[in-house]
């Protein structure tokens, strides 16, 4: 099993910046992507950013290109997603996701079998 464990949320001002890192632990030998997705109330999760870690391949939602950076550090199987130019339509919370796929389906959130608990993000204008 792995877990996964999310920090970094919290209430910035729009046009301001936060860093999420998700820290994966357990069988982390399985994992060939991880990345993020959100959720607003009444609304499906809906996918950010993920990284296909072998290949370094990142995808991200047209929403945030341009604006959010994903990355892994291998070493420390752990993400960030590095978010600037912060708008109020990305308040949500965050979820970390990792999986066994290629990410062939990135946005897709059953492409993933291991979720976090989530972490609040609040962009106020």
């Known amino acids: 099993q792995v877990h996964l464990v999310e920090s970094g949320g919290g209430s910035v001002q729009a046009g301001g910046s936060l860093r999420l890192s998700c820290a994966a632990s357990g069988d982390t030998w399985n994992i060939n992507s991880m990345g993020w997705f959100r959720r607003v109330p009444g609304n499906e999760r809906e996918g950010v950013a993920v990284?296909?870690?072998?290949?370094?391949?990142?995808f991200y939602a047209n929403s945030v290109k341009g604006r959010f950076t994903i990355s892994q550090d291998t070493a420390k199987n752990t993400n960030y997603l590095q978010m600037s130019s912060l708008k109020p339509e990305d308040t949500a919370i965050y979820y970390c996701a990792a999986g066994w796929s290629a990410a062939n389906n990135w946005y897709k959130p059953t492409e993933y079998e291991y979720w976090g608990q989530g972490t609040q993000v609040i962009v106020s204008s």
């Open positions: 990284i296909y870690i072998g290949p370094g391949t990142p």
